[in-house]
Structures are given as structure tokens and as C-alpha cells.
């Protein structure tokens, strides 16, 4: 079984890693978690047994973090029209949550970005009870709430 942590840019996908694994991501699949980037789920071959974690964050929240992360990192346009990148994340999650319960060798949970920030270490509990025990012991630290900054208004 491959355990992977996948959702769209800024959606909790390196939340949940830290907390599935504490902060201990392996090159190894197997018994672990490994992050893949939403539309890269896609690409999976067959042949394998995927449990996916997939992290769901309201869009707003997603658009305004990733606006400020790229603020910070100095290459955020001015005038940009979120509205583009908004349709483009709005396509991709129907594509992927279209194949993810379309492939029987793909078993996913979906997790609200809220829940894992407010109940974390429930989270991980039920996370690894559902993959039958599999996944690593990882941090039993719960996920620093004032990292939420960019909440939908």
C-alpha cells in the first residue's frame, strides 16, 4: 500500500504530512506518506494499492494564501486576475476527484483543511485507523494555529 497526502497548492497537504509523519517524509512508499501535487495523482500507475489522503481547503483560502506566499517570494503580478486561477484549481480538482473515484485500486479519504488544524491529532488517529495501522507513529504535536493566517473572509 502507498500512502499519499495530495490536494491543490496551499490546501494543508504539508499540514497533514507533518502530522502523519512528523515532519519525516521518505523516499520509501511503502508503510509511509509521500506528497504528490494534485494533478500529478493523474499519472499513478496501475499495479499498485494507493490510499490517498486528499486535502480539501475552501478556494478562497487557497487563492489568498497563495497570493501571499507569492508576494513574499517577490513574483506575485500586480492586477493579477484570481478569477483565472480560480476556474484553472476548479477544473483540476473536478478532474482529479473524478479519478480518484473512478479507479477501484484507489482508496481516499478526504480531509478538510479545518479539521486537521483544529483536531490534528484526532485526525491522525482516524487517518491511520482507516489504513488499517500502516502508516508511521508521526508527531503527536498539534498543528500550531497561528500559521492559519489566510482565512476566506
Same mark, same amino acid.
Given at each position: 500500500? &502507498?500512502? &499519499?497526502?495530495? =490536494?491543490?497548492?496551499?490546501? =494543508?497537504?504539508?499540514?497533514? *504530512? ?8 521518505? @523516499? !520509501?512508499?511503502?508503510?509511509?506518506? /509521500?506528497?504528490?501535487?494534485?494533478? *500529478? %495523482? %493523474? ?5 499498485? !494499492? +494507493? ?9 478562497? !483560502?487557497?487563492? @489568498? ?14 492586477? $493579477?486576475?484570481?478569477?483565472? /486561477?480560480? $476556474? ?6 473536478? $478532474? ?8 477501484? +485500486? /484507489?482508496?481516499?479519504?478526504? /480531509?478538510? +483543511? ?21 502508516? !508511521?507513529? =508521526? ?15
Amino acid at each position: 500500500m &502507498i500512502t &499519499i497526502v495530495s =490536494g491543490l497548492p496551499r490546501s =494543508g497537504t504539508s499540514l497533514m *504530512m507533518q502530522i502523519l509523519a512528523g515532519r519525516r517524509a521518505h @523516499a !520509501e512508499a511503502e508503510g509511509k506518506a /509521500v506528497k504528490v501535487i494534485s494533478l *500529478m %495523482l %493523474l499519472s499513478l500507475p496501475e499495479g499498485h !494499492e +494507493y490510499r490517498v489522503v486528499f486535502m480539501q481547503r475552501p478556494l478562497a !483560502e487557497v487563492l @489568498a494564501s497563495q497570493e501571499v506566499m507569492l508576494h513574499h517570494r517577490g513574483t506575485a503580478k500586480s492586477g $493579477a486576475d484570481n478569477s483565472v /486561477v480560480a $476556474a484553472a484549481f476548479e477544473k483540476n480538482l473536478r $478532474a482529479v476527484n473524478a479519478w480518484l473515484d473512478s479507479k477501484a +485500486y /484507489v482508496k481516499t479519504m478526504r /480531509v478538510p +483543511y479545518h479539521e486537521v488544524l483544529h483536531h490534528g491529532r484526532r485526525r491522525q488517529s482516524e487517518t491511520n485507523s482507516s489504513f488499517r495501522n500502516r502508516l !508511521e507513529r =508521526g508527531s503527536h504535536d498539534p498543528p500550531d494555529a497561528t500559521l492559519y493566517r489566510n482565512r476566506s473572509r
